[in-house]
Each structure stands twice: as C-alpha cells, then as structure tokens.
C-alpha cells in the first residue's frame, strides 16, 4: 500500500509532514511498548512514600492475621484455652484472686506476649491474632461482594439508562432509606432465625454467613451509585460511540470499552470500602449481634475490654493500637491510590 | 409551521452525477422535551432535523455546511445509526436502514463508518492503539490475510502514522496523530462510506489541512464517499464535490462545488461565503460581498414560520412567513442545484453596490455615516 500522506498534495502542500517527521525520530530504540495508564499510575503510587508504607502495612496485617495458627504455635497459646482457670495451668497463675491478670500491662510476660483476660484468663496475643482473622477476612468477604453487586447494577443502570436506571434508582433509594446501623442490629437475629431453628444452637459459619448477607443487602448502594454516574458520563464518549457503529454488542461495550474505565474509581472506593466495613463488622459484634463466645473476634475484643476497662485498661491497649494503625494506613492508602490515579487531585 | 405548503421532495432532486450510496429522503429527529410538575410530561419538542434530503453517490465527497445548531451532527448520527430517526427514511445501496435493529445492520455495518470531531473522547484511553484500530475488524469477524495486526500496521502506515506505534496508548499521541488514528479506526473495515463529523474542527489550524489533505487522499485513493460535516464552507471548499448547506434542520441548498462557491443563490449560503475568507481566489476581483449575520440562530424548539431563515434575511417577505420554499431547481440553476427560496440572490459572488449589513448597532452606525453623504442607507 502506498502511503497516500506522502503522496503529492493538492491542497496547501504538507509534502513533508512535520508531526511524521517528529515521531519517526523519537522512535529510534525499537522496543515501542507504550505505558499504559495503569502502569503509569503504578509508578505514580511507587513515588509516594506515605502510600508505600500504608500499603506495607496494611499487606502486614493482612499476613500475620492468615498466620494467626503459625504466630500462636510460635508463643505456644491458643485463644480458646482458659489460662485462669484450665488445672492444667495452675502452676503457673496469670490472674490474682479478683480475677484481674498478674503482672503489668495487663499480665504481659513470655508466655502471655499481650497479657491475658481478666476473669478467664485467655491469652490476647492468640485471641488478637484469630480475631483479626476473623474480621479481616470477613470484611475482605463482605466487600468483595459488595463491590460486585454494586458494579454489577451500576453498570446496568448507567448504561442501558431509561426505564431500567429509573427502576434501579429507586430500589437502590428505597435501600438507601434503611437506618443502617438499626437495621443490622433489628435484622441480624431474624436472618439467623430464619434460617435455624432458634432452639438449637447456631453454628459460626452460619453466624458468618448471617453478617455476610446483611451487610451486603444493605452496603451494594454506595458502589452503586458511584459506577452508575461514571458509566453515565462514559456512555456519552465517542470511544463508545465509534464502538456501536463498528456494530459491537451492549455487552462488548460495556466489558471492553466502559469496565476498564471504572477500574480506577472501584479501586479507590475499595480502599475506603474495607476499612469501614471491618469498623462495622466490629459493631456488630459490640453490639452483641455478631460472633458470640467463644469464636475470636476483633470487635468482640472491645466490648470485653469495655467490660474490662475500669479494673483492667491495658485489656483495650493493644486490640486498640491495632485497629487504630490498620484504619489509619487503610485510609491513607485509599488517598495514595486515589492520587496516583488522579493526579491533579492533589492534596 | 401549520399554515405552510410542504411540497413533496423532487424524485432524485438531490441526485449525483454517480449511482446513489446512500439516500436520505425527509430525515426528521426530534428530540422530546419533559418537563411540568407534578408529573412529567412532553412539553415540547428539539427540532434538531426536519425533512433533510441527501444523496451521497458512490466514491463522492459531499459537504455538509451550516452554523453551529443547526443539526449537521444530528443528521451524521441518524445516517451511522447511532440515533433513531424519528421520521423519513435512509437507505443504502437500495436497502432501508432507517429502523433497522443492530442484527439487521451487521452486513451494512462495516460499509458506513465514522470520524468523530473530539480526538481526545473518540479513543479509549484504556486501549493500544492496536487494540483501538483491531476491534472493529474483531467485532465484524474480519480476518484479514497476514492477521489482523498486520493490517492495523499497514492502516498505521496509510494515515501516516509510525507502524511501531501498535503498543502506545492514545495519551501519548497529539491532537492530529489521535484524528488520524480514528482515521485508521474508520479505514479498517474497508467502509464504502464515512461521516466526518467536524473531523478537524477540534485540531490546531495548522494541523487541520493535513488532516483534510489525508482524508482527501484517502477519498481518492480508496475511493471512499464521504459525508463531510463542517461549520464553514473553507474547510470543505476543496474537499467536496458536492456541498448541501443546512439551517436549522434543513437543507436550504445543494449543489455541486462550482454552484455553491461561484453561483450561490440562497442568502443564507451568500452570508456564509461572505464569511469565507479566501473564497475569491478563483476570479480576480478583490472586493467581495460582505454580509454580516448578527445574533443567533433562532431556537430549534419553535422555529420560525414559513422559511426557517427569514429572521435573519435580508430579502424576507410576507411570502416567507407564510409559506415554506421548497428545495428545487429554480430557475437561473444548472443540473443538480437546488435551492429553497422564494427571492434568490442573483448567482454570483461579485461585490455588491452596498454592503449589507445585519448587526443592528453596526447598521446604526454606518447609517449615520450615509446620512452624512447623503446616500442611501443598507437595506433590510
Ligand atoms: N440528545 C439530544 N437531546 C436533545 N437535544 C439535542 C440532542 N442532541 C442535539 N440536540 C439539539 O439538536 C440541535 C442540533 O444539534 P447538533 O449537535 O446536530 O448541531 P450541530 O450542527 O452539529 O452543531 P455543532 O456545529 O455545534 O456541532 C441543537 O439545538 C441541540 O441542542
Ligand atoms: S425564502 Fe425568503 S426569508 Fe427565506 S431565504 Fe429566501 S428570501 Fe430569505
Ligand atoms: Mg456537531
């Protein structure tokens, strides 16, 4: 084929096309692979330093709670064992006689690496370890799915638009209209009724899969609302435009030309998303909805600890140093994320 | 818009010198206006098109020219299928496409394709730019022999862009290098037809005629019609073999290059030539006619009666508010030339005796200065 710029023009003659002669010269190594916006992004976010130690951390808590049997093997306790009153430890007492733990920082010694609990005298380091387990990885459940469904009928009602994002719209209102926290608290023993027969006792994972659907039914909106009104705008784009009348399906469109654009604001909402789904997942089971004795549980660390807080204050100490650093690096990592996605965001 | 006579189109008015690509007979979009409280109901229509009628033959370059409103983007969607027509009919190559779903149009799909005006929203900043000039061929099943990655280097290579460039990303590329990459998107169904839609409007002036000069290249070489969509009548002056000049959702005339830029008739095509900075370099006379439109175009909402443009002419009578002018051949036209008024101008763009001028604070002011001489002011 011949090169028809090159060809003699019949017009005001651009013989020699400056913007031709500009790239063939930048072009001189070979190797042409384009960096794409997401690989720009990551180096974005590798620049910034706040955002790489976040995200150290985070990642940080993330292992050591899926190590949580491997750290307890290494201290050697297990968070189910009742150090204070078990006969097999009684040469080694970790509680006085009011039931309060031995030693300072809440009975902190070689065996016991966080203290014990008043009263039962369970080891905290293993129940930290398992209960951050728990609801790390509940949260991580939780927002996934979440995450999903939203992006799901986000994408639905943003795209198809009309009657079916007017239809979408309200139920995602109507949804919205819940008191959330109320609800959770009101629905969660009616979930677990409905499902088991309230005089026998409810198994943990059902437990799990109790909070799973509750926070799911009542937490898709925010995502929702969020793809839906970026696809809205993506929609009007003549990338889009270009694909129809190349004849491309709604759903080659929405999979290839609208998804990898909504890749970035799903990231950045997720990284919000988690950390505040673990605050609620701690709620819940504050509030006692949640996971009930003996199963570790992070939230549950702290009603204990509320109940613990006037003889034993070192009880909160570290659950809550904790939960604090892994909120604090989770929020700053969502403002990395975000920044190094949008760069003229700025700070 | 009650009171006047719509006479039916001229059976092949519009028609070629070529055998007919595409024909566009009584194109109508309206776009609904909601509105009232409590409930929400049609208050009103966007006349956006209104009976347009267009014949782009086979390999011909068509221009289609008009103020910004006026529906020239409108009318490239109806005809790509992006919107659906609210009335009148396209076919193309004989077969109505007017209403056809996305399965109906897979054969003719890659016949007509599209340039878009925004080179930065035409490209998905998330692809290559192989995967941007790949996927039509993928969603149409094309196989092209060698791959189809060799064809999109050999389609990079044709709009005169670096064939290493397959891997980059579009926010590596220029304003001009991202048109031709579109340029290439189109290209790669090997279509019969493309609507350029302000294809360079958006690019720097310097840029532009490169890109005019490589779709006219493309047109000759390929042999691919176009329907070439500008505000003014510059960038389409040696583009297109025909040119149709639309005001608010009409076509008000169409005729070959020779009629519109040496013989025009409607005053609304004599106003936009005046605007045309270079028009005259054919003849020698310097001194050319100067009209100068002022205010907007009215709204397409409620239109005017009659002829769409009589707010804004000079020439405007009872007559025009009346009665709507039909597109025909007056007399005093040659072959293919079709013009919609009552009053034409005479078919020249010689210099008038008098300017005419249509900005009310500027005719003031030259009124002033002719009272002073004595001579007769502009006329209405
Ligand atoms: N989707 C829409 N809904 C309602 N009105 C619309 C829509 N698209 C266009 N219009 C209206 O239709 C009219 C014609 O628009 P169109 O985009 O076709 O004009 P144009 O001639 O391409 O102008 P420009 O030169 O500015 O691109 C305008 O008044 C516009 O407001
Ligand atoms: S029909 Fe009348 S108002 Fe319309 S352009 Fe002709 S002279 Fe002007
Ligand atoms: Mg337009």
Redesign the pocket.
Known sequence: MTSPTKAEGSGPAVALDPELAATSEVDKPKTLEGRSPGQLMWQRFRRDRTGMICAGVVIFFFVISLCAPLLTAISGTNPYTLYGQDPTYADSPVLDDFGLPLGYLGGVSGDHWFGVEPQYGRDLFAMLMYGMRTSLYMALGVTVLLMATGVIIGLIGGYFGGRTDYWIGRVTDFFLSFPQQLFFIAFMPVVTAFFVDPREETPTYFRAVAILIVLWLLGWMGMARLVRSTVLSLREREFVEAAKVSGASPWRIVRKEILPNVVSPILVQFTYQLPSTILTIAFLSFAGVGFVEPTPDWGKLFAAGAKYAEQDPAFMFFPGVALVIFILCFNLLGDSVRDAFDPKSGR | MSDNLTLPAQQGSTGTSTEPLLEVRGLT?H?P?YGGFPIKRKVGA?Q??DGVDLTVGVGESVGLV????????????LITRL?EPTAGTISYLGQDITHASRKQLAPVRSDIQMIF?DPYSSLNPRQTVGTIIKSPMEVNGIEPEGGREKKVRELLELVGLNPEHYNRFPHEFSGGQRQRIGVARALALNPKLIVA??PV?ALDVSIQAQVVNLLQEVQQELGIAFLF?A?DLAIVRHFSQRVAV?YL?KVVEVGDRDAIYNRPRHPYTHALLSAVPEVAIDDETEAKERIRLYGDVP??ISPPSGCRFRTRCWKAQDKCASEEPPLLQISGNRDGHLTACHFPEDPTTEARAEDVILDPALKALEKDAADDTGAKPAKD
């Open positions: 979009k776009f206006i966007v956006a098109v008009g103020e910004s409103g006026c529906g020239k983007s409108t009318t490239g969607r919107l005006q839609d302000e409007s969509i505000h639309m959702g709204s397409p």
